[in-house]
Protein backbone atom coordinates (compact mmCIF):
# COMPACT_ATOMS: atom_id res chain seq x y z
CA UNK A 1 0.00 0.00 0.00
CA UNK A 2 1.06 3.01 -0.75
CA UNK A 3 -0.17 6.59 0.64
CA UNK A 4 -2.85 7.18 -1.73
CA UNK A 5 -4.16 4.01 -1.49
CA UNK A 6 -3.97 4.15 2.27
CA UNK A 7 -5.53 8.08 1.78
CA UNK A 8 -8.64 6.63 -0.24
CA UNK A 9 -9.01 3.38 2.08
CA UNK A 10 -9.21 6.07 5.05
CA UNK A 11 -11.44 8.81 3.21
CA UNK A 12 -14.10 5.82 2.39
CA UNK A 13 -14.67 5.06 5.95
CA UNK A 14 -17.65 7.56 7.38
CA UNK A 15 -16.54 9.42 10.44
CA UNK A 16 -18.68 12.51 11.26
CA UNK A 17 -18.01 14.19 14.58
CA UNK A 18 -19.12 11.59 17.45
CA UNK A 19 -19.02 8.84 14.91
CA UNK A 20 -15.67 8.07 14.64
CA UNK A 21 -15.90 4.58 15.96
CA UNK A 22 -15.38 2.08 12.82
CA UNK A 23 -12.66 4.30 11.62
CA UNK A 24 -10.93 4.34 15.05
CA UNK A 25 -11.36 0.23 14.91
CA UNK A 26 -9.90 0.25 11.49
CA UNK A 27 -6.87 2.69 12.36
CA UNK A 28 -6.47 1.05 15.53
CA UNK A 29 -5.75 -2.39 13.47
CA UNK A 30 -3.72 -0.74 11.15
CA UNK A 31 -1.24 0.84 14.08
CA UNK A 32 -1.34 -2.73 16.11
CA UNK A 33 0.19 -4.50 12.70
CA UNK A 34 3.08 -2.04 13.26
CA UNK A 35 3.48 -3.08 17.06
CA UNK A 36 1.89 0.09 18.47
CA UNK A 37 0.59 -0.17 21.95
CA UNK A 38 -3.28 1.26 21.53
CA UNK A 39 -5.15 3.27 24.07
CA UNK A 40 -8.84 4.49 23.38
CA UNK A 41 -9.79 7.09 26.18
CA UNK A 42 -12.85 7.90 27.62
CA UNK A 43 -13.54 11.30 25.89
CA UNK A 44 -16.19 10.10 23.59
CA UNK A 45 -18.48 9.71 26.64
CA UNK A 46 -17.68 13.42 27.82
CA UNK A 47 -19.26 14.84 24.69
CA UNK A 48 -21.63 12.15 23.57
CA UNK A 49 -19.77 10.47 21.27
CA UNK A 50 -19.27 6.63 19.90
CA UNK A 51 -15.52 5.97 21.08
CA UNK A 52 -12.77 7.82 22.40
CA UNK A 53 -9.41 9.42 20.91
CA UNK A 54 -6.88 6.83 19.79
CA UNK A 55 -3.09 7.67 21.60
CA UNK A 56 -0.47 4.97 20.71
CA UNK A 57 3.34 4.67 21.48
CA UNK A 58 5.75 2.99 19.35
CA UNK A 59 9.33 2.31 21.19
CA UNK A 60 12.06 3.49 19.39
CA UNK A 61 15.24 1.28 18.79
CA UNK A 62 17.57 4.31 20.00
CA UNK A 63 18.10 7.28 21.48
CA UNK A 64 16.52 10.17 19.63
CA UNK A 65 13.97 12.18 21.03
CA UNK A 66 10.47 10.77 21.19
CA UNK A 67 8.04 12.62 18.60
CA UNK A 68 4.15 12.86 18.37
CA UNK A 69 2.13 13.28 15.67
CA UNK A 70 -1.83 14.36 15.70
CA UNK A 71 -4.76 14.30 13.31
CA UNK A 72 -8.49 14.21 13.94
CA UNK A 73 -10.76 11.18 12.76
CA UNK A 74 -14.02 13.22 12.78
CA UNK A 75 -15.27 14.57 9.67
CA UNK A 76 -17.64 17.37 9.07
CA UNK A 77 -20.78 16.29 6.30
CA UNK A 78 -21.88 15.21 3.77
CA UNK A 79 -19.38 12.46 4.59
CA UNK A 80 -21.61 9.31 3.99
CA UNK A 81 -20.53 6.88 0.47
CA UNK A 82 -17.34 8.60 0.07
CA UNK A 83 -15.91 8.09 -3.34
CA UNK A 84 -12.81 9.32 -4.34
CA UNK A 85 -12.09 10.06 -7.96
CA UNK A 86 -8.35 10.47 -9.04
CA UNK A 87 -7.64 12.30 -12.24
CA UNK A 88 -4.75 14.12 -13.54
CA UNK A 89 -2.56 13.64 -10.04
CA UNK A 90 -5.29 15.78 -8.60
CA UNK A 91 -7.84 13.72 -5.86
CA UNK A 92 -11.21 14.55 -5.46
CA UNK A 93 -14.89 13.32 -4.60
CA UNK A 94 -17.79 12.71 -6.69
CA UNK A 95 -19.41 15.65 -6.15
CA UNK A 96 -21.93 14.26 -3.73
CA UNK A 97 -19.77 14.43 -0.32
CA UNK A 98 -16.68 15.72 1.02
CA UNK A 99 -13.50 14.46 0.53
CA UNK A 100 -12.50 13.95 3.89
CA UNK A 101 -9.14 15.36 2.73
CA UNK A 102 -9.29 17.21 6.51
CA UNK A 103 -8.17 15.27 8.15
CA UNK A 104 -7.88 12.11 6.82
CA UNK A 105 -4.82 13.13 4.11
CA UNK A 106 -3.44 13.73 7.78
CA UNK A 107 -4.02 10.29 9.46
CA UNK A 108 -2.52 8.59 5.54
CA UNK A 109 0.60 10.64 5.92
CA UNK A 110 1.41 10.04 9.65
CA UNK A 111 0.74 5.92 9.68
CA UNK A 112 2.51 5.94 5.83
CA UNK A 113 5.64 7.86 7.08
CA UNK A 114 5.67 5.69 10.07
CA UNK A 115 5.73 2.44 8.49
CA UNK A 116 8.30 3.65 5.67
CA UNK A 117 10.57 4.39 8.80
CA UNK A 118 10.13 0.84 10.16
CA UNK A 119 10.31 -0.59 6.83
CA UNK A 120 13.82 0.49 6.14
CA UNK A 121 15.09 -0.59 9.60
CA UNK A 122 16.61 3.59 10.60
CA UNK A 123 17.06 4.06 13.74
CA UNK A 124 14.06 6.22 15.31
CA UNK A 125 13.22 7.40 18.83
CA UNK A 126 9.51 6.36 20.63
CA UNK A 127 7.02 7.49 18.40
CA UNK A 128 3.65 8.71 19.59
CA UNK A 129 0.32 9.06 17.91
CA UNK A 130 -2.80 10.99 18.92
CA UNK A 131 -5.93 10.62 16.61
CA UNK A 132 -8.83 12.77 17.59
CA UNK A 133 -12.18 13.17 17.84
CA UNK A 134 -14.75 15.81 17.69
CA UNK A 135 -12.07 18.69 16.60
CA UNK A 136 -14.74 19.77 14.05
CA UNK A 137 -17.22 20.59 16.73
CA UNK A 138 -14.83 22.67 19.00
CA UNK A 139 -11.64 20.53 19.52
CA UNK A 140 -13.52 18.49 21.83
CA UNK A 141 -11.58 15.36 21.61
CA UNK A 142 -7.94 17.31 22.17
CA UNK A 143 -10.17 19.29 24.97
CA UNK A 144 -10.56 16.62 26.86
CA UNK A 145 -7.53 14.10 26.30
CA UNK A 146 -5.08 13.48 29.15
CA UNK A 147 -1.99 14.60 27.84
CA UNK A 148 -0.12 13.24 31.11
CA UNK A 149 0.19 9.56 29.03
CA UNK A 150 2.29 11.47 26.41
CA UNK A 151 6.13 10.98 26.89
CA UNK A 152 7.28 13.07 24.21
CA UNK A 153 7.88 17.30 24.40
CA UNK A 154 7.63 17.71 20.70
CA UNK A 155 4.74 17.40 18.36
CA UNK A 156 2.97 18.20 14.91
CA UNK A 157 -0.50 18.39 14.29
CA UNK A 158 -0.87 17.67 10.46
CA UNK A 159 -4.22 19.18 9.66
CA UNK A 160 -4.17 22.99 7.70
CA UNK A 161 -4.35 23.38 4.20
CA UNK A 162 -1.58 25.22 1.79
CA UNK A 163 1.19 22.89 0.39
CA UNK A 164 3.32 20.69 2.24
CA UNK A 165 6.01 22.93 4.12
CA UNK A 166 3.80 25.03 5.76
CA UNK A 167 4.32 25.40 9.85
CA UNK A 168 2.18 27.48 11.74
CA UNK A 169 3.59 29.92 13.85
CA UNK A 170 0.94 31.36 16.00
CA UNK A 171 -2.62 30.20 16.18
CA UNK A 172 -5.62 32.63 17.89
CA UNK A 173 -7.45 32.70 21.26
CA UNK A 174 -11.02 31.71 20.17
CA UNK A 175 -13.68 33.42 22.27
CA UNK A 176 -17.42 33.04 22.13
CA UNK A 177 -20.32 35.20 23.51
CA UNK A 178 -24.25 34.25 23.75
CA UNK A 179 -26.19 36.75 24.91
CA UNK A 180 -30.28 36.82 25.47
CA UNK A 181 -31.85 40.42 26.00
CA UNK A 182 -34.67 39.90 27.99
CA UNK A 183 -38.08 42.73 27.17
CA UNK A 184 -41.47 42.86 28.12
CA UNK A 185 -44.00 41.61 25.86
CA UNK A 186 -46.49 43.98 24.98
CA UNK A 187 -49.32 44.39 21.91
CA UNK A 188 -47.57 46.40 19.49
CA UNK A 189 -50.70 48.16 18.46
CA UNK A 190 -52.97 48.93 21.94
CA UNK A 191 -49.90 49.25 24.29
CA UNK A 192 -46.67 49.47 22.66
CA UNK A 193 -45.13 52.03 25.49
CA UNK A 194 -46.20 48.82 28.26
CA UNK A 195 -43.38 47.15 26.26
CA UNK A 196 -39.27 46.65 26.09
CA UNK A 197 -38.18 45.81 22.69
CA UNK A 198 -35.71 43.00 23.23
CA UNK A 199 -34.60 43.66 19.72
CA UNK A 200 -34.10 47.29 19.94
CA UNK A 201 -31.88 45.99 22.47
CA UNK A 202 -29.63 43.40 20.84
CA UNK A 203 -29.73 46.48 17.63
CA UNK A 204 -28.06 49.02 20.02
CA UNK A 205 -25.53 46.62 20.98
CA UNK A 206 -24.67 45.12 17.96
CA UNK A 207 -24.21 49.41 16.25
CA UNK A 208 -21.46 49.94 19.32
CA UNK A 209 -19.52 46.95 18.54
CA UNK A 210 -16.76 47.25 16.56
CA UNK A 211 -16.53 44.33 14.59
CA UNK A 212 -14.73 42.03 11.70
CA UNK A 213 -11.57 43.19 10.68
CA UNK A 214 -10.46 44.82 14.33
CA UNK A 215 -6.55 44.81 13.18
CA UNK A 216 -3.99 42.19 11.73
CA UNK A 217 -4.60 39.95 15.04
CA UNK A 218 -8.04 40.25 15.76
CA UNK A 219 -11.41 39.83 14.24
CA UNK A 220 -15.00 39.70 15.87
CA UNK A 221 -18.58 38.43 14.29
CA UNK A 222 -22.05 38.51 14.80
CA UNK A 223 -22.79 34.81 14.29
CA UNK A 224 -26.72 34.09 14.66
CA UNK A 225 -29.69 36.45 16.06
CA UNK A 226 -33.11 35.29 16.30
CA UNK A 227 -36.11 36.94 18.40
CA UNK A 228 -39.24 38.16 18.74
CA UNK A 229 -42.28 36.36 17.13
CA UNK A 230 -45.12 38.50 15.46
CA UNK A 231 -45.11 41.99 14.25
CA UNK A 232 -47.84 42.70 16.59
CA UNK A 233 -45.75 41.79 19.77
CA UNK A 234 -42.92 43.98 21.34
CA UNK A 235 -40.55 41.61 21.21
CA UNK A 236 -39.61 39.90 24.45
CA UNK A 237 -36.80 37.58 23.64
CA UNK A 238 -33.75 38.45 21.07
CA UNK A 239 -30.73 36.30 21.44
CA UNK A 240 -27.13 36.80 19.63
CA UNK A 241 -24.27 34.56 19.85
CA UNK A 242 -20.97 36.20 19.03
CA UNK A 243 -16.83 35.65 18.28
CA UNK A 244 -13.72 37.13 19.10
CA UNK A 245 -10.57 35.90 18.09
CA UNK A 246 -6.88 37.36 18.33
CA UNK A 247 -3.19 35.99 18.20
CA UNK A 248 -2.84 38.54 21.13
CA UNK A 249 -4.44 37.43 24.48
CA UNK A 250 -4.32 41.08 25.69
CA UNK A 251 -6.40 42.21 22.45
CA UNK A 252 -8.74 39.27 22.80
CA UNK A 253 -9.19 40.34 26.35
CA UNK A 254 -9.75 44.33 25.06
CA UNK A 255 -12.11 43.23 22.28
CA UNK A 256 -14.53 41.21 24.32
CA UNK A 257 -14.82 43.52 27.08
CA UNK A 258 -16.12 45.92 24.94
CA UNK A 259 -18.35 43.39 23.45
CA UNK A 260 -19.55 42.84 26.79
CA UNK A 261 -19.61 46.64 27.82
CA UNK A 262 -21.96 47.14 24.78
CA UNK A 263 -24.42 44.42 25.40
CA UNK A 264 -24.94 45.32 28.77
CA UNK A 265 -24.83 49.43 28.04
CA UNK A 266 -27.70 48.28 25.70
CA UNK A 267 -29.88 46.21 27.82
CA UNK A 268 -30.03 49.28 30.67
CA UNK A 269 -30.76 51.93 27.96
CA UNK A 270 -33.68 50.14 27.29
CA UNK A 271 -34.39 49.22 31.06
CA UNK A 272 -34.43 45.59 29.56
CA UNK A 273 -32.69 42.68 31.27
CA UNK A 274 -29.57 40.48 29.90
CA UNK A 275 -28.65 36.81 30.40
CA UNK A 276 -24.41 36.30 29.04
CA UNK A 277 -22.84 33.24 28.78
CA UNK A 278 -19.48 33.85 27.84
CA UNK A 279 -16.18 31.26 27.69
CA UNK A 280 -12.58 30.94 26.32
CA UNK A 281 -13.85 28.50 23.25
CA UNK A 282 -10.01 27.60 23.13
CA UNK A 283 -6.52 28.98 23.76
CA UNK A 284 -3.82 30.47 21.22
CA UNK A 285 -0.77 29.24 20.70
CA UNK A 286 2.94 30.33 19.60
CA UNK A 287 6.24 28.96 18.56
CA UNK A 288 9.04 30.33 20.14
CA UNK A 289 11.82 32.29 17.99
CA UNK A 290 14.36 29.51 18.72
CA UNK A 291 11.49 26.79 18.61
CA UNK A 292 13.35 23.42 18.05
CA UNK A 293 10.38 21.85 16.37
CA UNK A 294 10.57 25.09 13.71
CA UNK A 295 14.12 24.55 13.50
CA UNK A 296 13.85 20.60 12.76
CA UNK A 297 10.62 21.07 10.25
CA UNK A 298 12.37 23.72 8.40
CA UNK A 299 16.18 21.72 8.06
CA UNK A 300 13.54 18.50 7.21
CA UNK A 301 12.13 21.01 4.10
CA UNK A 302 15.47 21.55 3.35
CA UNK A 303 16.55 17.93 3.05
CA UNK A 304 13.68 17.35 0.91
CA UNK A 305 13.99 20.53 -1.48
CA UNK A 306 10.77 21.39 -0.27
CA UNK A 307 9.71 25.26 -0.23
CA UNK A 308 9.13 26.25 4.04
CA UNK A 309 6.53 28.78 4.56
CA UNK A 310 5.68 30.13 8.41
CA UNK A 311 2.42 31.06 8.71
CA UNK A 312 -0.46 32.59 11.07
CA UNK A 313 -3.47 30.57 11.36
CA UNK A 314 -7.02 32.50 12.01
CA UNK A 315 -9.25 29.05 12.85
CA UNK A 316 -8.06 26.55 15.48
CA UNK A 317 -6.56 23.22 15.77
CA UNK A 318 -6.18 20.27 18.36
CA UNK A 319 -2.40 22.25 19.03
CA UNK A 320 -4.13 24.82 20.63
CA UNK A 321 -5.23 21.75 23.82
CA UNK A 322 -1.26 21.01 24.04
CA UNK A 323 -0.44 21.87 27.49
CA UNK A 324 3.31 24.00 27.47
CA UNK A 325 5.18 21.20 28.20
CA UNK A 326 4.61 20.39 25.08
CA UNK A 327 6.31 22.46 21.95
CA UNK A 328 3.64 21.78 19.47
CA UNK A 329 2.26 23.45 16.41
CA UNK A 330 0.28 22.68 13.54
CA UNK A 331 1.47 21.78 9.57
CA UNK A 332 0.12 21.89 6.32
CA UNK A 333 -0.82 18.40 4.85
CA UNK A 334 -2.36 20.12 1.23
CA UNK A 335 -5.88 19.64 1.36
CA UNK A 336 -8.00 22.33 -0.58
CA UNK A 337 -11.46 23.68 -0.23
CA UNK A 338 -12.19 21.64 2.90
CA UNK A 339 -16.14 21.49 4.60
CA UNK A 340 -17.07 21.36 1.16
CA UNK A 341 -17.89 19.13 -1.73
CA UNK A 342 -15.38 20.47 -3.79
CA UNK A 343 -12.63 19.51 -1.45
CA UNK A 344 -9.34 18.12 -2.68
CA UNK A 345 -5.97 17.36 -2.58
CA UNK A 346 -3.31 16.62 -4.84
CA UNK A 347 -0.99 13.48 -4.84
CA UNK A 348 2.15 15.34 -4.90
CA UNK A 349 0.67 16.84 -1.53
CA UNK A 350 0.15 13.81 -0.02
CA UNK A 351 3.99 12.26 -0.61
CA UNK A 352 5.07 15.55 0.18
CA UNK A 353 3.66 15.69 3.88
CA UNK A 354 4.13 11.64 4.02
CA UNK A 355 8.02 12.13 3.09
CA UNK A 356 8.50 15.34 5.88
CA UNK A 357 6.77 13.09 8.38
CA UNK A 358 9.57 10.51 8.16
CA UNK A 359 11.97 13.38 7.72
CA UNK A 360 10.96 15.16 10.92
CA UNK A 361 11.53 11.44 12.71
CA UNK A 362 14.75 10.62 11.07
CA UNK A 363 15.35 14.47 12.43
CA UNK A 364 14.58 13.94 16.06
ZN1 LIG B 1 -9.13 19.62 10.23
Known amino acids: MDVVERFVRYAKVSSKSRNEKEFSLLIKDDLEKLGFEIFIDNA ?7 TGNVFGRLKGNSDKKPLLFCAHM ?3 EPCDGINPIIEDGIIKSDGTTILSADCKSGIATIIEAIKEVIDSNEERGDIEVL ?3 CEEVGLLGAKF ?3 NKVKAREAFTVDTGGDA ?3 TIKGPYHHIIEAEFIGKASHAGNAPEKGISAIQMAARAIDNMNLLKIDEETTANIGTIEGGSATN ?6 KIKLEARSLSEDKLKKQVDSMLKAINEAANYFSGDVKINEYLEYPGFSLKEDSPIKEMFAKACENLSIDYFEKNSRGGADTHFFPESIEATTISCGMSNVHST ?3 ISVKNLIDTKNLIAELIRLA
Open 233 to 238: VVAESC
Open 165 to 167: GII
Open 131 to 133: FTI
Open 44 to 50: GEKVGGN
Open 74 to 76: DTV
Open 342 to 344: EEF
Open 145 to 147: FDF
